[in-house]
């Protein structure tokens, strides 16, 4: 089989596709055709070693894939061959076949393309952490996005209407502003031609929102904590911007605020049990209608490195996926 191989810490141009073995699975494991794996802005930082683990090298990059049963391993019953299924794993995604542990798989809902299922594990699961089970959004309440066009902003928003609050998306253009009013956003708010502040105290008759939903970083946390509403919930996300900002925390004694991490993975390791019921609930959010991954671009197998640039020059609205049978 073919996979993308990580052989040194570098940008995406050093990553090359290599022949491997068919992986054999082993006890308490599954070896998956991979039919489609979802990028995401993480995949960038992992090839750099620049992400909150390292895997040893090499390894092949990718965490949350669609694809169909081609083996199972010993003590194995709840899967067979021919499945299909949706998983997440640490490594090996951008790949033709992968082997990966039982617990990290779940059935593919009939009707659901692989596509779609490839691209609802990690940002649809880390935006309903963070603004379901982090900040606890409630019906009638503002939630700020930040970041709003890509992967974890698009879900977020979704999520945030879902639960019946008031979303207002913050984009770097026009054109990231519509795809976010196209996905729920109640308002919009384009920070590289509008004062952040000023927009914000505008947008929320001057009380500020009830929750800030921030995957970017760098300038844009202080100003959009500055403007944060009594009691508001300020959701770090990640870092997209490259930088890790500084805040001041007295912002959070005059507000009474909070600041809130959020890191998917960990918690879904910790907590698999209320992981696994969140994605129960996305999944028949999906089925309702009320959510829709909004897939960008497809890349072939032997492009996986040009979808890395992409993600990494924040060219990227929504997700994209890697088809390594293409």
Known sequence: MKAVVCSAWGLPDTLAIQDLPDPQPGP???ALEVMAAGVNFPDVLIIQGKYQF???LPFTPGSELSGVVRAVGDGVTTFKAGDKVIAFTAQGAFAQQIV????ALMPMPPGMDFDTAAAITLTYG????AVVDRAA?????????????GGVGLAAIEIGKALGAHVIAAASSEEKLAVCRAHGADATI?????????AIKAATDGKGPDVIYDPVGGIYAEPAFRSIGWRGRYLVVGFANGEIPKLPLNLTLLKGAS????????FAKREPKANMAAMRQLIGWLGEGKIKPHISGRYALKDTAAALNDMAAR???GKVVIQPGK
């Open 28 to 30: 308490g494991q599954v």
């Open 54 to 56: 390292k895997p040893e």
């Open 100 to 103: 990966v542990p039982v617990h």
């Open 126 to 129: 880390t935006s309903h952490h």
């Open 137 to 149: 959004l409630k019906a009638g309440e503002t939630m700020l996005v930040l970041g709003a066009a």
């Open 190 to 198: 384009n920070y590289s031609s509008e004062d952040l502040r000023e």
């Open 259 to 266: 600041l809130m991490g959020v890191f998917w993975g960990e």
């Open 315 to 317: 060219k990227v609205t």
